[in-house]
């Protein structure tokens, strides 16, 4: 799949995770829009997965840590061919398997149920220590946050992956800078992320999070590794693709109203139809 594609599914992830947060009335946009590009890239490049088979036991797993940015994780998984893309604008609906936190649900591809921060990437640990143990082939993807490392169990499963030498855990950080507060480096600095990793042991790499070749590499780089876990620090636009929620923490935490869900929608067709020029 070449990068027109890949960047034409980002869109339309983005263009329904605008419908789903309208639809419900509630929920996350600026973290799920900035994901788009890491998820996509991951169910349509890298991930080692079977939508016919989704309790497939050699599949590839992906756990999501900071788990209000489901939105994203649903789209993508909507747009694989995991479940009919109408179930999106159930979201946060009672009875939907689509809730405001992911409910783990293999039938639609959902590999683990999440809440309070910090405790899908103990979670992630605990999948990869297991296909360790089991001399599986699988690796794990644990989807993190940059807010999520002011919780010391984020710290805690970091020293034990290393212990561990888990070389098939690949974690992806979302690195906005914005969480519910306000900006991370405000709320609780965390700049030099990259050399606490490499102090606790890890292999670790920065990418921008917008760039399908740099996410495509520093995975295949990571996997490379042998002898550790792999981090991968992903820059990236919280709010990306819609022009007023870009760079915003107050969108961290709400949806768009109607004027807004226009607006937004407006501003992803017109950024489909720039991929598709620049692709001539």
């Known amino acids: ?7 034409l599914h980002a869109n339309s992830v983005r263009e329904n995770i605008i419908k789903m947060l309208y639809s419900a009335g509630s929920g996350h946009s600026a973290g799920p829009l900035g994901m788009a590009d890491i998820f996509v890239a991951l169910y349509f490049k890298l991930l080692k997965i079977d939508p016919s088979q989704p309790r497939w036991s050699e ?49 639609y591809g959902i590999e683990n149920s999440s809440g309070p921060l910090g405790q899908g990437f103990s979670q992630a640990v605990g999948v990869a220590l297991a296909g360790k143990i089991d001399k599986k082939d699988y690796y794990t993807y644990c989807l993190s946050s940059d807010g999520e490392h002011n919780e010391g169990q984020v710290w805690e499963a970091i020293m034990f992956s290393a212990k561990e030498k888990l070389s098939k855990l690949i974690v992806i950080i979302d690195r906005n800078y914005i969480q519910i507060d306000g900006f991370t480096e405000n709320v609780m600095p965390m700049d030099e992320m990259l050399d606490k990793y490499q102090a606790f042991n890890w292999h670790v790499q920065e990418i921008d999070g917008h760039n399908f070749m740099e996410i495509i590499e520093a995975v295949e780089n990571a996997k490379a590794v042998f002898d550790r876990p792999s981090c991968i620090i992903a820059r990236t636009i919280p709010g990306k693709g819609v022009s007023f929620m870009e760079n915003d923490f107050n969108w961290h935490g709400k949806p768009p109203n109607k004027e807004e869900e226009m607006k937004s929608l407006h501003d992803l067709r017109t950024l489909k139809g720039r991929i598709k020029s620049e692709h001539q």
């Open 1 to 7: 799949m070449n990068i027109e594609q890949l960047s």
């Open 59 to 107: 599949r590839d797993r992906v756990i999501l840590s900071n788990g209000h940015i489901c939105p994203v994780w649903y789209a993508t998984l909507a747009e694989k061919g995991y479940f009919d893309k109408k179930e999106l604008l159930n979201l946060r609906k009672i009875g939907s398997f689509l809730q405001g936190h992911p409910k783990r649900n293999l039938t």
